[in-house]
C-alpha cells in the first residue's frame, strides 16, 4: 500500500501539490495551476494519480473540482508524508 503513495510523491509537481494542501485547506485546481506554473489538464492528471494513490479527497464545485488531504489517511501514511515534507523543508533552507 506505500508504494503507490511513495510513486506518487517522487514527482516534483505533485510533491509540490502536497506541500500546498498540507495546510488542512480545501484548494481548487485552479489555485494549484496559478501557484505550480502548469496547465489545468496536466494539474487535473496529477491530481487523479494522488487521488488514486488514496492521498486526497475531491469535492466538485460548479465546474471546478477542490481538494484537501484524506482526513482518512491512515497515521503511517501521514508519517510518511509529514517526514518527507520536513526533509524538503529542510533541503531548502541548506539550499537558501
Known sequence: ??????AA???PTRLNAI???SDGQEHCVC?????LGV???????HMKVLTQAGLLHARRDAQ???YRLDPRLSPEIRA?????LAVENEMEKRVA
Open 1 to 6: 500500500m506505500i508504494l503507490p503513495v511513495l
Open 9 to 11: 510523491l517522487a514527482e
Open 19 to 21: 506541500r500546498i494542501l
Open 31 to 35: 489555485e494549484l495551476m496559478h501557484s
Open 39 to 45: 496547465t489545468q489538464s496536466r494539474m487535473s492528471r
Open 64 to 66: 471546478w473540482v477542490r
Open 80 to 84: 510518511v508524508l509529514d517526514a518527507i
